[in-house]
């Protein structure tokens, strides 16, 4: 493997990153024999985002020994808080940061580490393990516009075995799995209903949400995914890495005009070959077999309070950790023009002094 290095800084001598940024040009991040680096990274934010972490920490720990990881959650609201204030030095989040707050951090980078999906996920005793869902009727349900497996039915004109209650659960915490779902409920209007069924979403896209009484609030991805598999008449909305043997719903996506299911391949057809903003909009995409709810997730770090080590461990992450991405159930970003851009601002990044 060919490599290029280049020497960072003297505030730990002998430790040397290479990069090669190009075209089909090969990249490898390593330490040099006898380097002898220490340190310790923290990371906090997003339990979308928390697995991944954990599993880079680990990995990386195996080329780089002296250097210890620490990843925490929190939600993405935290993490970009965290290290917003210098507290961490790694902000984990699964959204892209609101404006507000990107004004008020002009020293935050935001880095595109990876890519992932949203799914619908029901309990397998509504209707077995089949279910298709558009917008509209994903709205409908979780701005409790119907709230009966029976008016769901009746309104959207298709047959669904379960008619009771429709037991809604949704994410307690602070969470960008919540703010990007709702995102992509507030685009219903892309959507239209042979039947007429149209709705709009009116609950915003706020990392945590003031739901309608009756809905189920828990903590975590984790959280949400127990309480569908436990409830024989539920719906709620998880990260890929969360769908595990649950139902999922083949989503409608007005873009390519598909009804498309989530996975890692599908969800890495969504991002688009040329990447121009890291909070630029991958929903509802026209690329064919596109799915329609695919996001980014992200590092933040503070280049005021940047350390040899972090760039060491995102580079790390963006290059080699790319092959563990897949283990936890993410969609890795290489050969993507996701990570061409964050690979360009860490060429271009220096210890803080």
């Known amino acids: ?42 990371t906090a934010g997003s339990s979308t985002v928390y697995p991944l972490s954990q599993i880079w920490a680990t990995e990386f720990n195996v080329v780089f020994p002296g250097l210890t990881v620490n990843p925490s959650t929190g939600g993405s609201g935290l993490g970009q808080s965290l290290v917003g204030q210098a507290l961490i030095d790694i902000g984990a989040s699964s959204s892209y940061p609101e404006q507000d707050y990107i004004d008020d951090n002009p020293d935050i980078e935001i880095l595109p580490v990876s890519a992932d999906a949203l799914g619908v996920v029901i309990n397998e005793a509504v209707n077995g393990s089949s279910f298709k869902l558009d917008c509209d009727m994903v709205v409908a349900i979780f701005q409790r516009n119907v709230t009966t497996w029976a008016d769901f039915s009746t309104v959207f004109g298709v047959t ?99 009804w498309v299911t989530p996975s890692v391949a599908n969800a890495v057809k969504a991002i688009p070959t040329n990447l121009t903003a890291p909070g630029q909009n991958i929903m509802n995409s026209g690329i064919e077999g596109a799915y329609p709810i695919a996001r980014l997730l992200f590092y933040l770090i503070n280049r005021n309070h940047l350390s040899e080590n972090t760039i060491t461990y995102v580079s790390w992450c963006l290059v080699q950790g790319q092959k563990f991405v897949s283990v936890v159930g993410y969609v890795p970003i290489n050969g993507t023009a996701a990570q061409s851009y964050s690979l360009n601002i860490m060429s271009a990044l220096s210890p803080s002094p």
């Open 1 to 42: 493997m060919r490599s290029i290095w280049k020497h960072k800084s003297s505030l730990f001598v002998g430790l040397i990153i290479g990069i090669l940024l190009g075209a089909g040009g090969l990249i490898f991040i390593s330490p040099p024999p006898g380097s002898g680096v220490q340190g310790t990274i923290t």
């Open 160 to 258: 669904v075995q379960e008619t009771g209650p429709i037991h809604v659960f949704v994410r307690s915490d602070a969470s960008g799995t919540t703010a990007t779902f709702a995102k992509w409920l507030e685009t219903a209007d892309e959507n239209i209903n042979s039947n007429g069924a149209e709705y709009e979403w009116y609950l915003g896209h706020e990392e945590a949400l003031s739901f309608p009484a009756g809905i189920n609030a828990v903590d975590g991805n984790p959280g949400v995914a127990s309480g569908v598999a436990g409830d024989q008449t539920a719906i709620g909305y998880v990260g890929l890495a969360f769908l595990g043997d649950l139902v999922v719903a083949d989503l409608y996506n007005p873009g390519n005009d598909e």
